[in-house]
């Protein structure tokens, strides 16, 4: 269960790092962003199911449980990833559905290829293939797939050894549960899909926690939600979606229209990178 933080938040780590105030104009801890990325999350299944890893990490962060999908498109995965990776609506970035992912469009970069362009690395472990190909050749030093838990395990050992600037999850299982019994907070199947990514990512977050030299923008998304055992169209259950960040520097606000969308532009805005176009809103602002 994720408790909702409407408006405005200070951003603080949650192990309780309360220097943000103080060490701003000479922070010269390295920018990092982790991205939890759950396929057909509903914000009420995320509510109902058993996630004290998540619980406890976006206690400290903004969170909420009426974000959007991307609004042009359909609420399928290919538009829906498309759309998180760069900040663009799907009339922009071109994907329409899950059979022409390689059609994303070469002027709308991911997030992490524009960091790489910026001189950060970036890395992805995924479960479904389709986020590589839209990923490309561009975004990532490193693409790994393999099922959630190894997606998870992957992440944490990347985080733990320091070895990228950007790392990027996609996990699966919690889409593959609602397609087969029922996107629903009543569907123990469901629920109990998304305890299985609390457990796989936890070690991922601990991994953040005891990274020292480091500051962590760390985002949970997902790329629609769903009703029956299907997702599509442009319906509430379909387009809302929760979404959680946290910034161990600076100030996190929820946007009026929080969105998927908004991923790319935090991530763009904590690392440094110049201003490109979106149709999301940046949460993160230092504090200056
Ligand atoms: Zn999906």
């Not at 799907?90 to 559905?97: C, K």
């Not at 050992?157 to 320091?162: F, K, L, M, P, S």
């Not at 946007?255 to 991530?267: C, I």
Request: proline letters at 6%; hydrophobic letters at 45%.
């Amino acid at each position: 269960m994720l408790a909702v933080v409407a408006g405005c938040a200070p951003a603080t780590v949650p192990d309780g790092d309360t220097d943000t105030d103080s060490d701003v104009a000479g922070d010269a801890r390295v920018p990092r962003v982790l991205v939890i990325g759950v396929d057909g999350l509903r914000p009420d299944g995320l509510a109902a199911a058993d996630t004290p890893a998540l619980d406890a990490w976006f206690a400290a962060g903004v969170t909420t449980d009426s974000g959007s999908t991307q609004l042009t498109g359909d609420t399928v995965s290919g538009p829906g990833w498309a759309s998180i990776l760069t900040g663009r609506e799907v009339e922009a970035h071109g994907v329409t559905s899950n059979d022409d992912l390689a059609s994303i469009s070469a002027a709308t970069p991911t997030f992490l290829a524009q960091a790489r362009d910026g001189g950060h690395t970036a890395a992805a472990a995924i479960h479904w293939l389709g986020v590589g190909v839209l990923l490309g050749s561009d975004s990532t030093d490193a693409l790994v797939p393999g099922d959630d838990a190894a997606v998870g395990a992957q992440a944490a050992r990347w985080i733990a050894d320091g070895a990228f600037d950007v790392v990027f999850t996609h996990f699966d299982d919690v889409d593959h549960a609602g397609h087969a019994s029922g996107f629903s907070a009543d569907n123990p199947d469901y629920l109990a899909a998304i305890a299985a990514v609390d457990t796989a990512i936890g070690p991922a977050l601990d991994a953040v926690a005891a990274r020292e030299g480091e500051r962590w923008l760390v985002a949970l998304v997902t790329d629609h939600g769903g009703l029956g055992t299907g997702h599509s169209g442009a319906t509430p259950p379909m387009r809302t979606i929760p979404l959680a960040m946290t910034a161990d520097r600076g100030t996190l606000t929820l946007p009026a229209t929080p969105s998927q969308m908004d991923v790319a532009p935090t991530a763009r805005a904590w690392l440094g990178l110049a201003d490109a176009a979106t149709d999301g809103t940046s949460w993160w602002q230092d504090a200056r």
